[in-house]
């Protein structure tokens, strides 16, 4: 860092030929060489090759979104009849927050016969960006045999908080090249609509007959002109088929090109599709989260974390090749 603090890199490897790179800044995913049917191995996230590219003009890195990731309208909320002031980064709203930029410890975890882990985890003080309580984030990445790259979550509190945790990654399952050609399954009948400002409106509408509708594999690009000019592309959150908060698979995106496919599974009730709109769609990001703007709408399912409870979340990116 500038000021002379040391960034870590772990690299995981797994025995079939995959392996990640993680680095402490941003718990961000640097790599994630994945091999295809043939045994070529590509990185399948966007990625800077230095820190400094990092700090400063790199926009599709694969970090930690938090204290809450997504949108907050008005930046700001009232929690126990107290309102709380965010900083506004996003037009007049409040978006994912620092974790992405800040500095977090890690330790390598002990490797098993199948799997090798990295934890790393995050002391967001009270106050930070405005946010209440202590707040301890943790990470874990595991890379296994199964060529799958999984990521748990916990979180702990001292007060009340909100707290959304989600992997930013961008993903090109070529390597390069637009991400339109993708084709994508969702596990999800419905969405949140939203306003101009990208804020949900509080209704959960059906994706039958809109180009929100992935409930068949689609390719990425064949209708997102309905979504240009504004906001140019998908940013949108999926509400997921679930009743409980086990792991479910929620998306299936598939590279004709290279024949590789990921299967995202995860507890969360949501996935935020975002086809990286501002990098003229060179990937796509498919965000496993709560939805956005939960503390304005009771009727979305709760970020509120409270002390004495631990927030789990677990999250799976698994790859196959043909």
């Not at 045994?39 to 970090?63: H, M, P, Q």
């Not at 995050?122 to 990470?139: C, H, Q, R």
Request: aromatic share 8%.
């Amino acid at each position: 860092m500038p000021e002379g603090t040391p960034i870590q890199i772990y690299t995981l490897e797994n025995g079939t030929g995959m392996s990640a790179k993680i680095i402490s800044y941003g718990a961000i995913i640097q790599e994630l060489n994945v091999p295809d049917g043939k045994g070529t191995v590509t990185n399948v996230v966007l990625s800077a090759k230095t820190l400094a590219e990092y700090l400063d003009t790199f926009r599709g890195a694969a970090a930690i979104a938090g204290r809450v990731a997504n949108r907050i309208a008005g930046a700001r909320f009232t929690l126990d009849g107290v309102e709380f002031k965010l900083p506004a980064n996003n037009g007049s709203n409040h978006l994912h927050g620092v974790f992405a930029k800040s500095i977090w410890q890690a330790r390598p975890l002990p490797a098993t016969r199948h799997a090798a882990a990295v934890e790393l985890t995050y002391l967001s003080k009270a106050g930070e960006s405005g946010f209440p309580g202590n707040l301890t984030a943790t990470v874990v990445y595991t890379l296994t045999d199964a060529n799958e790259l999984r990521l748990d979550y916990t979180a702990t509190t001292d007060q009340a908080t909100p707290v959304n945790l989600t992997s930013h990654a961008y993903f090109n399952l070529a390597g390069g090249g637009t991400a339109l050609d993708h084709v994508l399954w969702l596990a999800a009948s419905s969405y949140t609509p939203v306003d101009d400002g990208l804020i949900p409106t509080g209704q959960i509408l059906s994706v039958k007959g809109t180009p929100f509708d992935f409930t068949k594999p689609t390719r990425v690009g064949a209708r997102i002109d309905q979504l240009k000019p504004h906001p140019g592309g998908y940013d949108h959150n999926f509400v997921l088929a679930r009743h409980d908060t086990s792991l479910k698979l929620a998306a299936r995106l598939l590279d004709p090109s290279s024949g590789r496919t990921l299967e995202v599974l995860t507890s969360e009730p949501g996935l935020q599709f975002f086809t990286a709109n501002h990098l003229n769609h060179t990937a796509l990001c498919l965000e496993t989260q709560h939805f956005p703007d939960s503390v304005h709408h009771p009727s979305f399912p709760s970020t509120i974390l409270r002390p004495g409870a631990t927030l789990h979340s677990l999250t799976v990116f698994r790859f196959t090749s043909r």
